[in-house]
């Protein structure tokens, strides 16, 4: 009786999950655009500091896959986070992927980066959540797209945490971001799909991409790191083959890191789903995540702790252009920033 009762706790716990996890879809492009598919998970308690988590599957996985075994649905309610799981387009061969410029992929056209961006400004303002908490993660190809965010929208890409991922070589030489960002990688030196010395003559087929070395150090030199420190993790697990070396670059641009994850002898994983189960990646990631994250207070538009005149004459910015909206500006919260804004702000000043 006590197993049966047990039994179906469980599947109530899962079904209490599953209830709050939703199926959208979103045009991308404008007018003649794409519809775009994504799975997302909303905590019960929401607010503007909320962050937005993306969790992006491998090639030839699915969003719904990546959500299943990454876990994140269970910590996004224990710790406060929206996790968001787009899908990606199927190429010729049927495989869902993310467009970071495959060798077999060079006549397709798939924007992705606009991709998650449209889907930034939809959730941001569908939830009112400042634009100051967005990371992404990703498994593979996932993780490839990770990058790809980082070098190509790190103004609104706040830090990424690649699991498998790589650089492919035309990102990493063309990689100039308008701001540096926080990266960790989680990476098995036996991954027989994402090489660990990468792969600069495309001899497995993917495509020239860059080692996870010289990737590692050019987030450190991007972010201008100066203190590096190495450590070996407590090898909890010892049938799985594997344990870990945590290298971390330390006190780069704004208190920026940049770690590395080895997991000696490791493969293609998910370390904590499958492979290496000394650590639970998805914790991990979001314990590398929380050190960026950024707590803000409507109307302190510049992040000084006070409301004032520089704060007025940027929300007059925000109602002039229209096609910018920050939550910061909003001062009623309806979706909107206009003339209420400004003069509920001034109220406020004045102390009414």
């Known amino acids: 009786m006590r197993f049966i009762l047990t039994f179906l706790s469980f599947f109530s716990f899962i079904?209490?999950?599953?209830?709050q996890v939703e199926y959208h879809t979103i045009n991308v492009g404008g007018l003649g655009g794409i519809s775009r598919e994504y799975y997302l998970y909303v905590p019960n308690e929401v607010d503007l500091n909320t962050p937005l988590i993306f969790i992006l599957h491998g090639y030839s996985g699915s969003a719904s896959g990546i959500m299943n075994y990454s876990g994140f649905n269970?910590?996004?309610?224990?710790?406060n986070f929206i996790a968001c799981y787009p899908q990606g387009t199927t190429d010729a061969s049927g495989n869902a992927f993310w467009n970071v410029g495959y060798s077999f992929h060079s006549f397709i056209s798939i924007d992705?980066?606009?991709?998650?961006?449209?889907?930034?400004?939809?959730i941001t303002q569908e939830y009112h959540l400042t634009d100051y908490n967005i990371f992404s993660t990703g498994m593979s190809n996932g993780g490839d797209m990770s990058y790809l965010l980082a070098c190509q929208a790190s103004d609104i890409i706040r830090a990424i945490a690649p699991v498998a991922g790589c650089m492919m070589e035309w990102i990493y030489e063309s990689c100039s971001p308008v701001f540096s960002r926080p990266v960790f990688e989680i990476h098995g030196t036996n991954d027989n799909t994402t090489w660990w010395e990468g792969d600069y003559n495309n001899t497995g087929g993917w495509g020239n991409y860059m080692a996870v070395m010289p990737t590692f150090n050019f987030w450190a030199n991007e972010n201008n790191?100066?203190?590096?420190?190495?450590?070996?993790?407590?090898?909890?697990?010892?049938?799985?083959?594997?344990?870990?070396?945590?290298?971390?670059?330390?006190?780069?641009i704004g208190g920026n890191e940049v770690w590395l994850y080895k997991i000696i002898n490791g493969g293609h994983d998910w370390p904590g789903s499958y492979g290496n189960m000394d650590i639970n990646s998805s914790q991990?990631?979001?314990?590398?995540f929380d050190l960026f994250k950024v707590s803000v207070t409507i109307g302190d538009t510049d992040f000084d702790g006070q409301s004032n005149i520089v704060d007025l004459l940027y929300i007059s910015d925000q109602i002039i252009d229209q096609n910018i909206y920050s939550v910061i500006s909003d001062i009623n919260q309806d979706g909107i920033v206009d003339e209420v804004d400004i003069s509920q702000f001034c109220l406020s000043i004045i102390g009414y």
């Open 15 to 19: 079904n209490i999950i599953w209830s």
């Open 74 to 79: 269970d910590l996004a309610e224990e710790q």
């Open 112 to 122: 992705d980066v606009q991709f998650i961006r449209t889907l930034i400004s939809h």
């Open 225 to 252: 790191c100066m203190n590096f420190e190495s450590s070996e993790l407590p090898n909890l697990s010892q049938t799985d083959g594997s344990y870990i070396i945590s290298d971390k670059y330390t006190d780069g």
């Open 284 to 288: 991990e990631i979001m314990n590398f």
